[in-house]
């Protein structure tokens, strides 16, 4: 089992940063890719970003990708999302995810999901 424990989130105004931080502990060796992804109320989660665990290697929603950066530190089991320019239509609840193998971006395909974190961005 790999837990996950969100942190980071708030309240900012359009137009601020805010950096979201992810925290895995348990069978950490057994993750492949971690992600983000976010749900607005009465919707479906959607995906935000994912990361290679070991190779690095990032992929973004378009709605995100000029403005969010995903990162990691495995040495520390660490995933950060660096959020810029945040607009109202980014107010959600955040999730992180880990994933023992390869696959699409479908909330399905991860295995190991955080509490979540509540970004509230007003205008």
């Known amino acids: 089992q790999v837990q996950l424990v969100e942190s980071g989130g708030g309240l900012v105004q359009a137009g601020d940063s805010l950096r979201l931080s992810c925290a895995a502990s348990g069978r950490t060796f057994s993750i492949l890719r971690m992600a983000w992804f976010r749900q607005f109320p009465g919707k479906e989660r959607e995906f935000v970003a994912a990361i290679g665990w070991t190779s690095g290697m990032t992929t973004y929603a378009n709605s995100v990708k000029d403005r969010f950066a995903i990162s990691r530190d495995s040495t520390e089991n660490t995933v950060w999302l660096q959020m810029n320019r945040l607009k109202p239509e980014d107010t959600a609840v955040y999730y992180c995810?880990?994933?023992?193998?390869?696959?699409?971006?479908?909330?399905?395909?991860?295995?190991?999901w955080g509490q979540g974190t509540q970004v509230t961005v007003s205008s």
């Open positions: 995810a880990a994933d023992r193998g390869p696959g699409s971006v479908l909330p399905r395909e991860f295995d190991y």
